[in-house]
Every structure is written in C-alpha cells, then in structure tokens.
C-alpha cells in the first residue's frame, strides 16, 4: 500500500503547534506551551526553533536542566544557531555555571559580533568570577553597541565601583538617571560612591531618591541611616536604620537583618 504521509503536511502541522506554543507562552501558560512545542517536536524531530522555544519555556518554569537539554539539542541540530547558545548562556549563568556560560557567550559573539546583549551578559559572567578589568571591557563593547543600554551603564558602575574606580562609576551613574529617571538602584549606588568619596551630604539626597521611587529600599534607608548619624543627626538615622530592619525582617534578608541589628546595637551601646 502506498505510503500517503507527506512530509510537507508534517512540517506545517508543527508550525502549528509551534504558533500554539508561543500563544501561550506569551499568556504565561508555560506549562501548556511546552505541550505544544513538544506536539510540533514529534511531529518534526529537526525543528530547531521548537527546541529553543520550549528551552526558554522551561527555564520561566525554572527547569534549568531540562532546559539546557533542550538547548543542547537544538545547537547539536545546528552548530550556527546563535540564539541557543546565547539562551543556553543565560540559564548557565544564573545556576552558577559561569565559565560554560562564558564559552557559550563567546560563541554567540563569533557568529554574531554586534551582539550587545551577549557581551553584556559575559561581562556579568566575568564580574562574578572576579575579573572586573575584562568584565568592563565586554561592558564597553556592550555600550558601544548600543549606546543607550541602561543595564550596561549600571553593571559597568558596579564593577567600577569594587575596583576603587568612583568617580567613573558616578558617571556611568548619571548615564543610567538621564536615560531612565526613575531607576531606583542608580541613586542609591551613586549614594554609596559619594559617601565614599566624602560628599555625604550629596549621597543623602540621592538615597532620599531611591527610596522615593522604592518605599521598601532596606538598603537605601540603612544606609542614609548611617550616613546621617555620621553627620550628627542620630535620631533621624536610628529611625532610618529601624526601618531598614523592619523592611528586612518582612523582606526575610537574614545576612541584611543581621548587619542592620548589629549597627542598631552599637547605637544603643
């Protein structure tokens, strides 16, 4: 008997499932979605983008592992397929696996070098392992790529930061308020850079702007807290500092509770 099954139909019954999927997903019904990628999966066993579709499915539902499978195969499906390796990157990073994470990265970068996102995220890679020179230059790249990549701007400020490099971390700091006024961690990390270098005054104004824009800012009220009995004005700080702990108690911040009690226990030494 003849054989009718047309491999045409095949393919077009996945795309199918493949739009299904990606309506659901953009709804938030990963689980559903994942039906649906693996419906269009079976039907075509070499969808690559299927694969990367419910990679990403997965890792919203925090299956790492079984997403990094997924992403796996669709770059065994195809070695160029940049997209994967820069999904595969991400999940890496965020379970800690830095150094693969950063060899995925550096692929994503060889088939794609205008890939500011990719360079981006190998900065963070590299920041987290401690190679802050190396992390700047990928954020570099990342900002030249895109010259209005508010995160960039900010990671870069970070790491500037740690290596003693203040001054240009407040300019990166102003960069990510001018292109985003009401980014609540850039006033308080530009806080934390002018305390440092001796401007308290200057760094209350900005901590009173993050916790403007974020009411429950434990670390900015702890921190203006401090900086305010560091001028004299020990009632206002010790309020300041109680509700920082407030905040961390109700945020469950057990290293940050622990840190504001011991500031409130000198204070009432």
Known sequence: MENTNNPNDNVESAKNYLDKGDILYDQGDYEAAIL?????????????????????????????????????????????????YYNRALVKGRIGQYFEAITDLDTVIRLNPHHAEAYF???????????????????????RLDPNFVDAYHRRALTKGIIDKYFEAITDLDTVIRLNPRHAEAYFARGLAKATLGHPESAILDYDEAIRLDHDYADAYYYRGATRRSLGS????????QTALELAEKAGGEARKSRIMKELSKMKA
């Open 121 to 143: 995220f190998r900065g963070f890679a590299k920041a987290a392992l401690g190679h802050s020179e190396s992390a700047i230059l990928d954020y570099d790249e990342a900002i």
């Open 234 to 241: 020990v009632e206002d700080g010790a309020s300041d500092i």
């Open 36 to 84: 649906e990628y693996g419906k269009a999966i079976s039907l075509f066993p070499e969808h690559v983008e299927a694969y990367n579709r419910r990679g990403g499915a997965k890792e919203l539902l925090e299956q790492h592992f079984e997403a990094i499978s997924d992403y796996d195969e669709a770059i065994r499906l195809d070695p160029d397929y940049a997209d994967a």
